[in-house]
């Protein structure tokens, strides 16, 4: 049962009209709109920097089809929780956020985009081949959104929200700490402004938002800085002086062309695609569980299907990336955001990417302003997991959070080998295990994180709740998806991998013998009665 479906409604609250804006509204716009806006920043400086897109493709095609693509999301959104809100006579409804998926947005660059586009010396062929990888994905994400409640019908919520909590302290928290430690002046001090109102609960004057303190602030420092010659933030007036280049108004026009020239590569695409495509279905599920665990039931077909749909609209008009409901519902409800936050979020997104004013913004603010806000969110991700699960699961917690911490790893360590112009073949995995990197272990481990975590998770929790059979299960479905290369493999196939689905194999006929066979402790306390007790820690 849902926490919604626990909390009765009140005959009086039923057929309410639910408030569109309120105050709270205001602090999750400009987190969530900072959230957005470092992300829009990050893509077009892949874009442009990384991929080599002509400004006329990133500031005329791309970026208006984004903006249209996370229009509709972010108002979509808000609609279902204003639905929500009505249905259930709640003032407290928070709208699922969502945007660009991360994650994928790295993928499909440095996967699909930059590859081909270097092959080809057209980095136009590259954009279409990223259309058509988004093409394939909106579909599976609509036909998956049929199964995904089945899934979480049986996946325990400790297993979900396991490793949507690797994903937010892997991928979410760790870059935003580097960044914030490597310009501490303005990141050390924007993070206090930002903890001690989110966390701490101090109000500022006038009720203006944390966020927007923390980047004013930011800001000042940044260009205060110049005037010593010590350049904090990276900020300069030959940037801005450039950034107006890119002013203008354009709006998304139909791609159809683009999308079917890039099925040349449909072959290279499908690798990635469809495990990919599972990746989202399990990362909203998750996103979907943690909104839930925050008091807010959102059906996860509805979402799924929604996040599809809008996708495939954005690749149809020439947006290379896919949309996802975003991990972070409960921090934006946690600062107060209920319905507005959403739809006014889509509306800035309109205006940043139909204007051209991104570019200025990349010039005007120091992402290290931005970071403490990514940073907040990740350890809210990452605590929630902990706080709304039974204490006993917490080691199945853990065990689902490090595929993440893995899959972290080698990318830094792929990373910086690449720029020194080698690789871990190259240098030879033994002599980096002689300095204590076990590189096949990361890459193993480390395939298809998302769904190592969540099969991991849920076989702690069984084994910990004693329902083997169950355990079991999650067992011979990691085998299976071991042996096609969904999990702890780089690519999709026949056996990727064979040692490890039959170490799972193995696993689950252990953990089916225990069920019929094993004899049981009346409880985990007494075994220990005759032992030393683990203290906690202090």
Known sequence: MSATEMTPISPARTGMRPTLWTRGDWNALFGFGTNILVNMLVLTGLLQFVLKTPPDIVFGRILPAVGLMMFLSTVYYAWLGYQLAKKTGRDDVCALPSGISVPHMFVVTFVIMLPIGAATGDPIQGWEAGLVWVFFQSFILMIGGFVAPYIRRITPRAALLGTLAGVSIAFIAMRPAFEIFATPVIGLTCFAIIMVS???????????????????????????????????????????????????????????????????????????????????????????????????????????????????????????????????????????????????????????????????????????????????????????????TPSKHAPAVVLALTPHLAAWAKLLIDNSLGVAGTSAAALGLEKLGTVGVLYHGLEVMGGGAILVGLVLGAIGVFVVERQFVNAAAFALAGAVLTFFGFMHGESVGFGVTPTVAFAYLLVAGFLFACAKYAALEESPAAARADGPQPAPAE
């Not at 108004?249 to 072959?267: E, I, K, M, Q, T």
């Not at 569980?289 to 077909?301: F, I, N, V």
């Not at 006014?344 to 990417?353: E, F, P």
């Open 198 to 388: 989110w966390f701490g609960g101090v109000k500022y004057p006038r009720g203006i938002p944390a966020g927007l303190i923390a980047i004013a602030v930011g800001m000042a420092i940044a260009w205060g800085s110049n005037l010593f010659g010590l350049n904090y933030g990276g900020m300069s007036l030959d940037n801005v002086g450039a950034a107006f280049a890119n002013f203008g108004f354009s709006v998304p026009l139909p791609a159809f062309d683009h999308v079917f020239h890039g099925f040349d590569y449909l072959g290279i695409i499908l690798v990635t695609a469809i495990p990919f495509g599972i990746y989202d279905l399990v990362e909203a599920m998750d996103n979907v569980e943690s909104a839930e665990a925050a008091g807010d039931h959102y059906p996860t077909t509805r979402v799924l299907t929604a996040d599809g749909v809008v996708s495939l609209i954005g690749c149809l008009m020439g947006n290379p990336f896919i949309n996802a409901v975003y991990i972070g519902h409960p921090g934006w409800k946690s600062m107060g955001g209920r319905i507005g936050y959403s739809a006014a979020t889509g509306l800035m997104v309109i205006i940043l990417s139909w204007f051209g004013i991104i570019a200025l913004l990349l010039a005007l603010i120091p992402v290290v302003a931005i970071s403490p806000i990514l940073l907040y969110i990740g350890m809210l991700i990452g605590a929630q997991a902990f706080q709304t």
